[in-house]
């Protein structure tokens, strides 16, 4: 059974850090693209960073570089975002997902990221 559990999450001030994670079972971890999505309230899910498969590719919107950093770790199947120098306009529920071609495709549950004074 393909599971992605996020965790890390919480509330945070302007300018706080978090570190999300993502463990990942089921699948061979290894062979798939990880990415960070996100989704705020009234708005569309969005690209986040992704990173590919050993981790020689990164990829980051443009309202994130220089303040996230995306990496994996392929011997306990993870990946994880660091979020620094964090904004209000961060505030979404963060999901992670696993890519592999068109057809393989699998999302977490989610974890809310709140950054707030």
């Known amino acids: 059974q393909v599971q992605l559990v996020e965790s890390g999450g919480g509330l945070v001030q302007p300018g706080g850090s978090l570190r999300l994670s993502c463990a990942a079972s089921?699948?061979?971890?290894?062979?798939?693209?990880m990415g960070w999505y996100r989704q705020a309230p009234g708005k569309e899910r969005e690209l986040v960073a992704t990173?590919?498969?050993?981790?020689?590719?990164?990829n980051y919107a443009d309202s994130v570089k220089g303040r996230f950093t995306i990496s994996r770790d392929n011997a306990r199947n993870t990946v994880y975002l660091q979020m620094n120098s964090l904004k209000p306009e961060d505030t979404a529920v963060y999901y992670c997902?696993?890519?592999?071609?068109?057809?393989?495709?699998?999302w977490g549950q989610g974890t809310q990221v709140t950054v707030s004074s």
């Open positions: 990173i590919s498969v050993f981790s020689l590719d990164t």
């Open positions: 997902k696993a890519s592999r071609g068109s057809r393989d495709n699998y």
């Open positions: 089921g699948f061979t971890f290894s062979t798939y693209t």
